[in-house]
């Protein structure tokens, strides 16, 4: 039998898969080409160039969602590019400090969740392009002409997305369809990823009804307030079903009969109509039946009232990593080295055009993109491909206007192109030689080849430096994380307080946990000098000590005795030694009894067998960590 190459090497070829996002590309064809050729038409071709700059970035942060979720996606970067415009205005060396400084905050920022990193990403990228590229305009017009490239393609957002309250309707929907393929896997090896789809499904929900509350339109407040109430009904399921998949059997196809129909209702807008009779056997399916008839009367009656303002997420965990936490300063030390790097080699090297250099950095090292070896690898790669097509269009001799044609279907390809980084890279490097063609310079293509390779190498070096690569600081901390935020959830389940914030914890957890998995399985493909723990293990784990949490407090709400103060104290304590020991390698141990099954004997004579799953989970972490014996590179199957 062959052996399978490690992860390193093989996930540079991995694509992503999806549909085609036709309205993005539609908006993609329609938004950097009618700016430009405005700008070249008014000859005022630098105007041009940073529209279409603005446009370009925003077409890359086009991805599904509600329009409001489009304006904190495309808006919130663009304000972070203008930001770097109108900080770019150091010349020569003083670039060095100054980069060095945006690098700093723009890592640790990144931490903060998909948006801050992105807003992060331009506010380092064009200081770059503001200091080493030099603009015939103010920095307060640069940016302006920058977030004017930005608007325009949020502008075209309104026609071709779903409108105020149905991309809120779908996103609801979304979780009830979810909840249903959960509920098919049950029992099955698919039971876990389905359940990872679900969190996935319930945090878009949640952030669309947020900022729906965020961003009020009138007339919108009983909208609003019926879908808060279908969600809250779906949050019930969610809960239930986890107890059932933490039960690990089979279930009838009926089941599922019923989240279905709620998601037709929702979409439409209507009443489910007759949803499945409850026959139930455990304590997790009579939780899910009863959260099935309270969700159909959610349904039927009037909608809560309508509070206002955006609902309290009562953890930081809930939506990202703190900048100054151990991720965030690993994330900006990292950034700070290689820009830096690059910024010195580029200005040792050349007097003009010196902003490739870091801005490629930029692209490369950020840590929340993928592991660093594939990006290096896919970022070469489709910068000679992107190259070679744009040297051959340079040398077509059919003037500025298929400089404009270039770009519209460089455009188009955007969207498509972001389920690879080579293909990706290839498509943007493409459009920015055509901008920095039209605006004069038809020499570029070759310095970027050049500079490219050389970046490419100053971060592969400077990012595998041991300091820079310690993956405790990226994944330990984040799984410690959602370490302690299953013990927050438990501990209000454990102490029986009533109230709205137990689904609020648990959604917070398993926020935190879906975090931590993303960064195990971009730590798993990076390339490693020597071993280190198993984090997706470890992941998975942690996974399982949640969804243990949720079968328990489902358990003991129809009927299970709870637990007494002395076992849940210890399993609090054993929870809080884990994640010390995930985020600072100290030994889980010395914070646990010698032999963890005590502390769940008085939890399984109360009848909540769920706590010793717990205590299992956490010594098989502990053994994880402890040993670190993964080889470099390689990725087990996770049990």
Not at 306 to 323: E, F, L, N, Q, S
Not at 428 to 456: E, I, K, M, N, Y
Not at 462 to 481: N, W
Request: glycine letters at 10%; one cysteine or more; aromatic letters at 4%.
């Amino acid at each position: 039998m062959p052996r399978r190459p490690p992860d390193w090497l093989a996930h540079p070829l991995r694509w992503q898969r999806g549909p085609i996002p036709w309205g993005a590309t539609l908006r993609g064809a329609l938004g950097m080409a009618p700016l430009l050729g405005a700008a070249l038409a008014a000859g005022r071709p630098e105007v041009g160039l940073l529209a279409g700059l603005g446009a370009l970035f925003a077409g890359i942060n086009d991805r599904p969602g509600t329009r409001r979720a489009g304006l904190v996606q495309i808006g919130g970067p663009a304000l972070g590019g203008a930001v770097g415009l109108l900080l770019g205005v150091a010349t020569g060396w003083w670039a060095v400090p100054l980069l060095l400084t945006v690098a700093l905050v723009s890592g640790a920022v990144s931490v903060a969740g998909p948006v801050c990193s992105a807003a992060a990403l331009q506010l380092l990228v064009l200081t770059a392009v503001g200091s080493g590229l030099a603009l015939p305009l103010p920095g307060p017009t640069a940016a302006g002409w920058y977030l004017a490239g930005a608007g325009w393609l949020l502008l075209l957002r309104l026609p071709t997305t779903p409108g105020r309250r149905h991309g809120e309707r779908h996103a609801v929907a979304a979780v009830f369809d979810a909840l249903a393929g959960a509920l098919d896997a049950v029992g099955t090896p698919a039971a876990e990823p389905a359940r990872r789809r679900l969190t996935a499904a319930l945090d878009r929900a949640d952030h669309a009804l947020r900022l729906h509350r965020l961003l009020p339109l009138p007339g919108a407040a009983r909208e609003r307030a019926v879908l808060a109430g279908r969600l809250a009904a779906a949050a019930a399921l969610c809960e239930a079903a986890v107890a059932l998949l933490w039960e690990g059997d089979r279930l009838p196809a009926r089941l599922a009969t019923g989240p279905r129909r709620l998601a037709a209702a929702v979409r439409a807008g209507n009443l489910p109509g007759a949803l499945p009779a409850p026959v139930a056997d455990t304590p997790a399916g009579a939780a899910f039946d009863r959260a099935v008839l309270a969700a159909g009367l959610a349904f039927a009656g009037p909608p809560a009232p309508d509070r206002g303002g955006p609902r309290r997420i009562p953890h930081r965990g809930a939506h990202g990593a703190h900048p100054a936490g151990p991720a965030g300063r690993e994330y900006g030390l990292r950034v700070a080295v290689c820009v830096t790097a690059s910024t010195v080699a580029a200005l040792l090297l050349h007097t003009g055009h010196w902003f490739w250099l870091p801005a490629t950095a930029a692209f490369l090292v950020k840590p929340d993109f993928g592991p660093l070896f594939s990006r290096v690898v896919n970022r070469f790669a489709g910068t000679a491909a992107g190259v070679l097509v744009a040297a051959a269009l340079t040398a077509a001799p059919a003037g500025p206007w298929l400089t404009v044609a270039t770009v519209a279907v460089t455009g188009a390809l955007v969207p498509a192109a972001a389920r690879h980084f080579a293909v990706q890279t290839a498509v943007v490097t493409v459009t920015v030689l055509a901008f920095v063609s039209a605006a004069g310079d038809r020499q570029a293509a070759g310095t970027r080849l050049t500079d490219t390779a050389l970046a490419c190498a100053i971060v592969l070096l400077t990012g595998h430096l041991p300091r820079l690569s310690d993956s405790r600081a990226r994944v330990g901390h984040r799984c410690a994380l959602a370490l302690r935020r299953t013990r927050d959830y438990l501990d209000h389940v454990l102490a029986g307080a009533p109230g709205r914030p137990r689904a609020e914890l648990r959604r917070a957890a398993y926020h935190a946990l879906a975090e931590a998995r993303a960064a195990a399985e971009s730590a798993a493909a990076e390339l490693t000098a020597g071993p280190e723990p198993d984090w997706l293990r470890v992941t998975a784990r942690a996974e399982r000590i949640a969804d243990a949490a949720t079968a328990c407090a489902v358990r003991i709400e129809y009927g299970a005795p709870r637990p007494d103060a002395v076992a849940a104290h210890r399993i609090g304590v054993a929870l809080d030694a884990a994640a010390d020991a995930l985020e600072h390698a100290a030994p889980a141990a010395d914070a646990r009894p010698a032999d963890p099954r005590p502390a769940a004997r008085p939890a399984q004579a109360d009848g909540c067998r769920t706590l010793a799953d717990i205590l299992a989970e956490l010594d098989r972490i502990q053994a994880l960590t402890a040993a670190g014996s993964r080889p470099p590179g390689r990725r087990p199957a996770v049990a």
